[in-house]
């Protein structure tokens, strides 16, 4: 909404964080940027713990047979979608109640480690589970909501960047602490959930203490009111509905990171022993260009690198299908893939911000991570069927054509009013 | 609030929580003494030497807390539940035939664990080692001693989210060669010919031909008693609802857990007999739920594992669905009997 976000003097919350940054480096990102990518790092840092150990904890704490363990998942992904589509509408309530929502959201997934130090059967852990990834529902859109209305238009690609950065940091350092606390101690799983919980503790103080609220910052009046109709209405705005249709095409020809990595082993012979490593790559990647893709989505376009993006995953495809077996070739696919993050996570969400109202950003920023999500999720059934019906390399190739045709369309879809710095 | 107490509030509370976590490590961390102190009224264990050619021994992994935990163990098979000999070798999983003896261990690296299996000589001398990609859970020999397969959980390579898959591996300890999957075998199903990304293997155990194999395949929430050829590198599914086999002695029958329709999540395991002739279900008198792959003592008696306060028992019963269970040794997982 490049007219919208022109007006510097709309008394909103936008305005409001940007007012402190005028005439200072105007390039710089915002504070509560840094301060939510803190919370994001800190809380990464304890799901990622527990997540690592689970496995070990199932199989080896308590002698549970970890399998068939993940079939609530389809049921959980409905259940997930509605939820974040409701942390959205109810942040942008009353005037923007962003970070109490997002609080609340961060606060429950906190909530949920101690309580895995008394589930000792599958069924309350697989419950504990569901909340604490209710939590992660509710406070997504929420919080990226804050990033966007905290930059400016000409800097959100890299104020997503850094979040994201930062995120997947947490991602990364959680399994390290995990690991180090195992080996401290005998059977530490007990030290690793109380740790992990003091570790999110943290970060929902951080929350509480450095992210600013939005109760002081009523939406702009001429703003639409932000009614679960208003909602529903901004698939109306041409731009917000094109970003939505390309990236839910764009998701239903995603293949999940699981299958990616399952291919990579199949395919390339990638040893046994590497093979929990392999998503450390795609972070890694994601890592290190989600801040420099992120700027450049701000001087070229936001839709072009989120597009090209999509090119570096057709490329990772591509490269699976062919049957060049190079030492190098699972590193280029695991780069490609984590540029693909890179290249469209963050960035996509500070598109879509373009084309949504202050007042409704949560919603409409859920409404876009909503249908992406769901393609996404279909796509992986569709993908698992088409495997046994046709084999691996087979369904591959139906996705890469895929994936090309969704790209090839979404190119026409791009929006009129993108903002280019 | 200024920023400076903001500030003041935050470095308070990191403070107090890096106690609490403080606290909780050095806790977990007293439990390794704890653990290295043999327990009262435990059985007791020596050092000494532990052979898998001694006929009429029974070797499993000791649990019992004290110096010797988590090694190999043998006691006679006549007095399971009498002084163990340890033999200095820690496993996870075990299990031995003809001399040969699969053991699954953690490898502790500098930062997290990793898992191997080491193929045993009858003096518990390792002859080879092989990387598992995961956690160890099913270990089995073949009654020549010729082949060994393990199986191990793999976290997370399943598109469903928390998912959790297996792989299972085979090895021919005589030339090397290892089948690091099985999931590469062609698999004939229902007579025809299957494939899938979801199928999973477990609980692999060898006929006395060193050629056929059986073990449990999985696919949409199914499972299958499946008999493999390995040969041909094909496995053909069998029956219904069969988890972890096991092959009698004389090749006829195969004990398993069956998941039983009405019981707990938690614990929806029975054991059973299957009659490879006919395909009769016998349901043994174990009426605990039993999450491990069996092993048959002698034709007619099926020994087993339960979870147990120091970690699992083993208990014994028969295989005709009569009697009762009878615990025959605590502190004790993956029993070999040696021939």
């Known amino acids: 909404m490049y007219v919208a976000d022109s007006r510097a003097s709309t008394p909103s919350a936008e305005g409001a964080v940007r007012q402190g940054l005028a005439g200072r480096r105007r390039h710089a990102v915002a504070p509560t940027v840094l301060a939510l990518g803190t919370v994001s790092l800190v809380t990464d840092v304890s799901s990622e713990m527990v997540t690592a150990v689970l496995p070990l904890y199932l199989v080896a704490g308590l002698g549970l047979s970890p399998l068939g363990f993940g079939l609530l998942d389809g049921i959980y992904n409905g259940f997930s979608a509605l939820v974040r589509l409701a942390g959205g509408h109810l942040a942008d309530r009353g005037g923007g109640r962003h970070k109490w929502v997002a609080g609340l959201g961060y606060g429950i997934s906190a909530l949920c480690k101690p309580l895995l130090l008394v589930a000792h059967t599958l069924t309350p852990i697989g419950l504990i589970l569901a909340a604490d990834r209710t939590g992660k529902g509710l406070r997504t859109a929420p919080r990226d909501a804050l990033i966007s209305l905290s930059s400016t238009p000409e800097t959100r690609g890299r104020a997503f960047g850094v979040h994201r950065a930062m995120d997947t940091a947490g991602a990364l350092f959680g399994p390290l602490v995990a690991f180090l606390i195992l080996r401290a101690t005998v059977d530490g799983y007990d030290a690793v959930f109380t740790v992990s919980f003091c570790v999110a503790v943290a970060g929902v103080l951080v929350l509480v203490l450095f992210v600013p609220g939005g109760a002081s910052a009523p939406a702009a009046p001429e703003g639409p009111r932000p009614t679960l109709r208003a909602a529903l209405a901004l698939l109306r705005r041409r731009d917000l509905r094109r970003i939505t249709i390309a990236a839910l095409l764009l998701g239903l020809a995603t293949v999940s990171d699981s299958f990616v990595y399952l291919l990579l082993q199949r395919r390339l012979g990638v040893p046994d022993r590497w093979f929990a490593l392999l998503p450390l790559g795609t972070a890694a990647a994601f890592l290190l260009l989600a801040v420099p893709l992120g700027r450049l989505a701000d001087r070229v376009g936001r839709w072009r690198i989120f597009l090209a993006g999509h090119g570096a995953l057709l490329l990772a495809y591509g490269l699976l299908l062919t049957s060049w077996h190079g030492t190098a070739l699972p590193y280029t696919v695991l780069a490609l893939h984590g540029t693909f993050y890179a290249a469209t996570d963050g960035v996509l969400m500070a598109a879509a911000s373009d084309g949504v109202p202050e007042a409704l950003r949560s919603s409409g920023l859920a409404v876009v991570q909503t249908g992406q999500a769901l393609a996404r999720f279909a796509c992986s059934l569709l993908f698992g069927a088409a495997w046994t019906v046709w084999g691996d390399r087979t369904a591959l190739a139906a996705s890469t054509a895929a994936l090309a045709v969704c790209a090839v369309f979404s190119y026409t879809l791009r929006p009129t009013r993108e903002h280019i710095s | ?339």
């Not at chain 2, 195969?254 to 299957?274: C, E, F, H, N, T």
Request: aromatic share 8%.
């Open chain 2, 1 to 339: 609030m200024t920023l400076r107490s903001r500030i003041l509030v935050l470095a308070s509370a990191v403070v107090v929580l890096t106690a609490v976590a403080l606290g909780a490590v050095l806790h977990a961390s007293a439990r390794a003494e704890r653990r290295d102190h043999t327990q009262a009224r435990g059985p007791r264990v020596a050092a000494g030497r532990v052979t898998l050619t001694d006929p009429g021994r029974l070797v499993f992994r000791n649990m019992a807390w004290g110096p010797h935990r988590d090694e190999l163990t043998s006691v006679p098979a006549t007095a399971p539940g009498g002084p163990r000999t340890a033999s200095g070798v820690k496993c996870l999983r075990f299990y031995a035939d003809s001399g040969t003896g699969v053991c699954l261990q953690a490898v502790h690296g500098p930062v997290s664990d990793t898992y191997r299996a080491l193929i045993l000589d009858a003096r518990l001398h390792t002859t080879a080692h092989y990387d598992v990609p995961g956690i160890p859970s099913r270990a089995r020999v073949s009654p020549s001693g010729r082949f060994a397969a393990w199986t191990a959980f793999v976290g997370g390579d399943s598109y469903a989210g928390t998912n959790f898959s297996t792989r299972t591996a085979i090895v021919d300890t005589t030339t090397g060669r290892l089948i690091p999957s099985l999931e590469q075998f062609r698999i004939v199903k229902d007579g025809r010919a299957y494939r899938s990304p979801d199928v999973n293997f477990w609980g692999v155990t060898f006929s006395a031909d060193d050629r056929t194999f059986y073990a449990t395949l999985a696919t949409k929430g199914r499972t299958y008693l499946i008999r493999g050829d390995l040969t041909t590198n094909t496995v053909t599914t069998l029956h219904p609802n069969v988890e972890c086999p096991s092959l009698s002695p004389d090749g006829t029958r195969i004990a398993y857990k069956k998941r039983v329709a009405g019981l707990p999540a938690d614990a929806p395991w029975r054991l059973y007999v299957l009659d490879l002739r006919t395909m009769r279900e016998t349901p043994l008198a174990e009426e605990r739920s039993v999450d491990d792959q069996a092993v048959w003592r002698d034709a007619h008696t099926i020994v087993y594992a339960l979870p147990g306060d120091y970690g699992a028992d083993l208990y014994r019963v028969p295989a005709d669905g009569t009697g009762a269970p009878q615990r025959i040794g605590s502190a004790a997982v993956s029993p070999a009997y040696l021939h």
